[in-house]
């Protein structure tokens, strides 16, 4: 069994290339972030005629979180519980969306970004991570067999050697202390974040700024990770990041990355 996440970047304006990268693939589960669109503007007719079942959170031009699947779909949840509100006035983002995929519990995420430390959105961010642990620990303590796939962009670079460098992102986002210790607090509620057991490389990036020649340049980093339960992670066989979906007519920013799941 296939699962990808991919931050797609525009679900409408990259549709062609969602099709393709199914149809060469064969990935069985996709989960999908930024698809910048309302639920019923989602082309899914076109992922239906693929054999693939869709599910969708989207409330506007912005965020937004999908699953494709053409091994079933169940018990569907929008948001997380405990999930924050953000705005004036307060309401729940398109970030989040769960479902049951051939026994496998896949959550597409879409991390807030923080935009800058002194933001409120930064302490959003922040209190969005640690109520997404403490949910997630509490499915592992209700059964501790389940197998759970966090994926999707974290908009967080938990080492150094993820983004292209340091110096640039001094006094940034993705990469402050308080926004590591929060991803790899998913940890030590029972989480294991088996991209990188798979793909352990040094400056290994799964997105790449469409500004100043970043790509060929490889001024990226490394945001697009899977926390997996000890069951699910127990199947991982291995993970590819397809860097060549960045390569192109109309790429998105981010490329997808597959775990490949033992029957």
């Not at 965020?63 to 779909?73: C, L, Q, R, W």
């Not at 991803?183 to 991209?195: I, L, Q, R």
């Not at 790509?215 to 000890?230: C, E, H, Q, V, W």
């Amino acid at each position: 069994m296939l699962v990808a996440t991919w931050n797609i970047n525009s679900i409408r304006a990259r549709t062609d290339r969602a099709l393709a990268f199914l149809e060469r693939t064969g990935v069985d589960v996709l989960a999908l972030q930024e698809t910048k669109c309302k639920d019923e503007q989602f082309p899914r007719a076109e992922f239906e005629a693929l054999g693939y079942e869709v599910v969708t959170s989207g409330f506007s031009q912005w965020n937004g979180v999908a699953i494709a699947s053409k091994v079933g779909i169940e018990d569907v949840e929008i948001g997380f519980e405990g999930m924050p509100t953000w705005g004036d006035p307060a309401a729940a983002e398109a970030r989040a969306i769960g479902a049951t995929c051939n026994g496998v519990r896949v959550w597409s995420l879409y991390v807030p970004n923080g935009r800058e430390i002194d933001d409120p959105h930064y302490a959003y961010k922040l209190e969005w991570l640690a109520r997404l642990k403490e949910t997630a620990g509490g499915w592992l303590e209700k059964d501790p067999e389940a197998q759970v796939a966090l994926v999707g962009d974290w908009n967080i670079a938990p080492l150094d050697t993820d983004v292209w460098d340091m110096g640039f992102f001094a006094g940034r986002t993705h990469v402050t202390p308080a926004e590591r210790d929060a991803f790899t607090a998913f940890a030590s509620a029972g989480f294991t974040e088996v991209s990188r057991e798979h793909i352990p490389a040094e400056h290994t990036y799964t997105y790449w700024d469409y500004q100043q020649l970043r790509f060929p340049k490889n001024m990226g980093m490394r945001i697009d990770l899977t926390y997996a339960s000890p069951a699910l992670a127990a199947r991982v066989q291995g993970v590819t990041i397809e860097r060549n979906e960045r390569k192109g007519k109309q790429p998105s920013d981010h490329v997808p990355v597959i775990l490949e799941l033992a029957d």
